[in-house]
């Protein structure tokens, strides 16, 4: 997601982009809007309240979203994931299911992924044990959620 600042009110506009179209063009893709890692006050306080102070067990210190146009498009991401030798699943839970359970209705729609990416980059950084969470989400939802009501997430 880009996040290109309009001339007319100074506001962030939320534009979707392919990531194809980015890979050419250095400028677009510096206005890419990254997730930032997790606050170490945040993090600590997660830690704390909810892992007995075992920081370990933090799994959401680096999150990213990616925003497909189809659910086939999810599918073919997932299926990559799972044959590159690099990535090591660890979790996948899926929201965007209507069968699921009543508690999965009222939150974001989503295919929430926990992962280890083991590599000799990620073990030279002692980096290969730590889990990130992956969100894969469609663009029809994430258009629909605003700034304000999806403060706990940051949208790409």
């Not at 508690?103 to 295919?111: I, P």
């Amino acid at each position: 997601r880009q996040r290109p600042i309009s001339a007319k009110n100074e506001q962030p506009l939320t534009e979707f982009r392919r990531w194809e179209d980015l890979a050419t063009q250095p400028v677009a893709r510096a206005m890419v809007l990254w997730t930032p890692m997790k606050p170490y006050y945040k993090a600590m306080a997660k830690a704390i309240h909810h892992y007995r102070g075992d920081a370990s067990r933090l799994t959401d210190l680096a999150r990213e979203t990616i925003v497909f146009e189809t659910p086939a498009d999810i599918a073919k991401c997932l299926r990559a994931m799972v044959d590159d030798h690099e990535i090591e699943i660890v979790r996948v839970r899926s929201t965007l299911d209507p069968r699921g359970p009543a508690a999965w209705w009222a939150g974001f729609k989503a295919v929430y992924i926990k992962l280890r990416i083991v590599n000799d980059v990620s073990r030279n950084l002692a980096a290969s044990s730590h889990v990130c969470e992956l969100i894969l989400t469609l663009k029809s939802i994430s258009q629909a959620v605003s700034t304000e009501s999806y403060s706990d997430y940051v949208l790409l």
